[in-house]
């Protein structure tokens, strides 16, 4: 027989902190309020989930690090948007790069809701009501801390 183990969508007893970047606020706005909504479907209750506000995406690193230890799972949330310079390749690949290392060194899930996009547009639509990543990013989160406890 074959075994299997996979995260579960419980999350009644876990507890997340949010990492947003204040850059590109109007987006990171719509992504803290797909991810709340998802974790309080799920059954976070509110004093289970802490916010804090970054400059932007270069710094979640730091800052998820500092938090990791505390929580079940850290939830980065931001967007960066192309523009006319290399700009974007540096911050869209060190922020992940940074947040993957997080997670790597604590143990504990770091997720990536960091949208990535080519303009403003890509960003509303992925953060808004209909389509959603900081939703999708909290799922992620419930999930992966629960595997973790599986494994």
């Not at 706005?29 to 479907?41: F, H, I, M, N, P």
């Not at 869209?92 to 997720?111: D, F, R």
């Not at 959603?132 to 909290?138: D, I, L, V």
Request: proline letters at 3%; charged letters at 20%; glycine letters at 10%.
């Amino acid at each position: 027989m074959v075994k299997m183990i996979a995260g579960n969508l419980e999350a009644s007893k876990l507890k997340f902190c949010l990492v947003v970047s204040r850059f590109n606020e109007m987006i990171s706005k719509g992504l803290v309020g797909g991810a709340e909504d998802c974790l309080k479907r799920h059954g976070v209750k509110d004093e289970n989930v802490t916010i804090v506000w970054v400059p932007g995406a270069f710094e979640m690193p730091l800052i998820a690090q500092k938090l990791a230890k505390n929580y079940d799972a850290v939830i980065c949330l931001g967007a960066v948007v192309r523009g006319g310079t290399p700009h974007f390749e540096y911050v869209a690949s060190e922020a992940a790069k940074g947040i993957a290392q997080v997670s790597l060194q604590t143990g504990v899930p770091v997720i990536f809701g960091v949208l990535t996009t080519d303009s403003l547009e890509q960003a509303l639509e992925r953060s808004g009501v209909k389509s959603n990543k900081g939703f999708a990013a909290a799922q992620a989160a419930i999930e992966m801390a629960n595997l973790g406890k599986e494994i």
